[in-house]
Structure formats: structure tokens, C-alpha cells
């Protein structure tokens, strides 16, 4: 199934509740994040680390690639905090 695709008519043949509307365009938006998360990161730690691409990581180059998603994650997880309390 598309994630994308618009929620299923429920067997009684009626529409779904707009609370499950939200919950499922509240889903598909937290993966659309995630991915895009990861692929900035990787790419923009992929970057930084890896100087001389190979068929394998070396040693120095795995260990740069964790510290820089470690944080970056951190990072993200400050500024989300950060935003989340100030909107209360």
C-alpha cells in the first residue's frame, strides 16, 4: 500500500473520523521526516568522513560517520525539545 494513499472506507461503508485522518497524515509525516533526516545526515556525514570512497569503510572513517550522526541526532533532539516547550 502507497503511504500516501487515502485512509480505507470502514465496512459500514462510512468515512473515517477526522481524528483517524490526523493520526494517519501525522504517521506518514513523521516517515517523511525520518527519511529525510537520514538522508541528509548520511549524505552530509558520508561527506565529511569518507575522503577516499572505497568498497569498505576504514576504521577512522566508520568511527567519524557514528560521532556525526550521534550528533546530529543530538542536535535535532535539542531543537526539537526547544520548540516543542516553547509552543506550550
Known sequence: MDSFS?????????????EAVM??????LAQAYAQEFMETVGNKCFTKCVTKPGSSLSGSESSCVSRCVDRYMEATGI????LFSQSR
Open 79 to 82: 531543537v526539537g525539545r526547544g
Open 6 to 18: 487515502s485512509p480505507s472506507i470502514s465496512s459500514s461503508g462510512s468515512q473515517p473520523s477526522a
Open 23 to 28: 493520526e494517519q497524515i501525522k504517521a506518514q
